[in-house]
């Protein structure tokens, strides 16, 4: 998935390539979601009258993966942190976290959000789209932990030496020398991780989220045409997770200081 | 250090013009580090036995010994990358002890040199020697700059200050992390066997710019194989064997006339190998 480097020109800095691609695929996803249901609207029937409604569909699905990816990633430090604490009770609380979360499937967590949380506790009844994103939000988090903890602790002991012999703060230490390079490490597996948690937002659908999943299975029963709405909703996940593929593929070479390219 | 020693201080540039003039004990003033009785485990492992010393402003100590001898981890005690079980260490006034103020004090004032350079690899030459100053000295990022185009050209590297620690060679890289912790401007620097991860070419380069700072009256402390940097540079030549210190002479007299069998057999096997 080189694409959109490979036409860029050979005498760019590495990084000027990158940031430009990475700028093309953002603006590619933002120009997709703003504009396909113009081409949508050209397809035969069912799809052409309901084009608008894929297009609101993919956009709550597009926001859903993003507030609850950059929830997930900032969850996943805290508990990659947590868990390589010196505390004994802060590692606990982690394992603990991971643990339930690894160990239920996200459907039970969705309906667990937004059914028993506000039973339990009453006054916290969240909206369908924001039971979605916390639930979404704490699922992709105890993932991104194990592989932010695994960036963390593939970052050279010497780097945080360095640092600390230069009287830095360990606060400083992590922010400027230790995270930016676990980060590098730790990026593929959280592309997986966010590539599958735009999959798994189909999963609002259970709890009332007009997403797109929603939206393909409302038309293709008020149609009988499963064939034609569920594919077009395949293809709309398959371009989604395409240019979000793009998008990390350009930061990836961004970070990467150390190739020569 | 503080005001009563001042009126001791040695004058400093003029002692340094001399490299490995031995310092008499009355012109030293009040030691930069004291370490009294310190000790240290790896588990059963005894590695520093009683070890007490001092070093004064402006010395170059050179540190020597065979693999683990211990002399690597009493550096690092030095700023407390190593803990120590018993015994004292006082840094400029400061002891170094459970107190993460005391050691990020402390560490703001001693720099480190490593082996293995520790650049921070995702930052470029010029990034690498501002950070410290910049977050903790409160500099701007122009002033930072000014002062690293300077220490740049002071260890010869001026060309370079755009690139990243990958394009440079290990002697260009080790040359960068001394002009990196000269930055904080600190009081004494420390090396960790800085040159024993180089090619012999570029074994000079970075002996060269070591010179050079210790002929500026540096305070230094070298753990070394450099036989030839010791008897040129150094004041005191320091003998670590067993986690202990079994002499420690000028290096005129410990070279030209070593008291004991085990520092001739060690000084003999070091010439044979070079």
Not at chain 2, 52 to 71: C, W
Not at chain 2, 110 to 134: D, K, Y
Not at chain 2, 144 to 166: I, N, Q
Request: charged share 20%; hydrophobic share 50%.
């Amino acid at each position: 998935m080189n694409a959109a480097i490979s036409i860029l020109p050979a005498h760019w800095s590495r990084e000027r390539r990158s940031a430009v691609s990475i700028a093309i695929a953002v603006a590619g996803l933002v120009l997709f979601l703003w504009l396909m249901a113009i081409p949508l609207s050209w397809m035969p029937e069912p799809i052409g009258s309901a084009a608008q409604l894929f297009a609101e569909g993919a956009k709550t699905t597009v926001q859903l993966t993003v507030v609850a990816g950059v929830a997930g990633i900032a969850l996943g430090v805290l508990a990659a942190l947590a868990k390589l604490s010196k505390l004994p009770p802060v590692r606990w609380i982690a394992n603990f976290y991971i643990w339930v979360i690894r160990g239920t499937p996200l459907l039970v967590q969705v309906l667990f959000v937004f059914l028993a949380l506000p039973a339990m506790i009453p006054g916290l009844q969240l909206s369908d789209f924001n039971s979605a994103v916390v639930a979404l939000a704490f699922n992709v988090g105890a993932y991104n932990a194990e592989a932010i903890r695994a960036g963390i602790l593939a970052v050279h002991k010497g780097q945080t030496e360095a640092a600390r012999s230069l009287g830095l703060t360990p606060f400083m230490t992590f922010r400027d020398v230790v995270f930016p390079q676990a980060f590098r490490v730790a990026l593929p597996p959280l592309v997986n991780n966010i590539v599958a948690l735009l999959k798994d937002s189909s999963l609002a659908y259970t709890i009332g989220v007009v997403e797109l999943t929603n939206i393909g299975n409302r038309i293709q029963a008020a149609t009988f045409q499963p064939i034609h709405s569920l594919t077009t909703v395949a293809v709309i996940y398959l371009l989604l997770t395409t240019i979000l593929t793009q998008i990390s593929n350009a930061i990836e070479r961004q970070l990467d200081v150390e190739r020569h390219r | 250090m503080s005001g009563e020693d001042n009126m001791k201080t040695p004058d400093m540039p003029q002692q340094a013009m001399q490299p490995g003039a031995r310092r008499e004990a009355e012109d030293k003033g009040a030691p930069l580090i004291t370490a009294e009785k310190v000790n240290k485990h790896f588990g059963h492992f005894h590695v520093i036995k009683d070890v007490s010393t001092r070093f004064y402003q402006g010395e170059v100590a050179v540190i020597i010994g065979a693999s683990g001898s211990g002399k690597s981890t009493f550096l690092r005690m030095l700023n407390r990358l190593e803990t120590h079980d018993s015994g004292k260490i006082v840094i400029d006034g400061i002891e170094l002890n459970e107190n993460m103020k005391n050691i990020d004090a402390i560490r703001r004032e001693v720099g480190m040199v490593f082996q293995s350079f520790n650049l921070f690899p995702h930052m470029t030459v010029m990034n690498n020697i501002t950070l410290a100053p910049r977050r903790l000295r409160g500099v701007t990022r122009a002033q930072a700059e000014e002062t690293a185009r300077g220490l740049l050209a002071k260890v010869g590297m001026s060309d370079h200050a755009h690139k990243y620690p990958h394009q440079l060679s290990g002697g260009q890289q080790q040359r960068v992390a001394i002009a990196r912790s000269l930055a904080m401007q600190p009081k004494v620097m420390l090396f960790d066997e800085p040159t024993s991860a180089l090619d012999p070419e570029m074994i000079k380069e970075v002996l060269d710019v070591m010179k050079d700072l210790a002929r500026s009256g540096m305070t230094m402390i070298v753990v070394t194989h450099e036989m030839g940097f010791a008897r040129e540079v150094a004041d005191r030549v320091i003998f670590f064997e067993k986690g202990q210190i079994l002499e420690e002479a000028p290096p005129a007299e410990f070279f030209g006339n070593p008291k004991n069998e085990r520092i001739r057999s060690f000084i003999g096997q070091i010439s044979q190998a070079r």
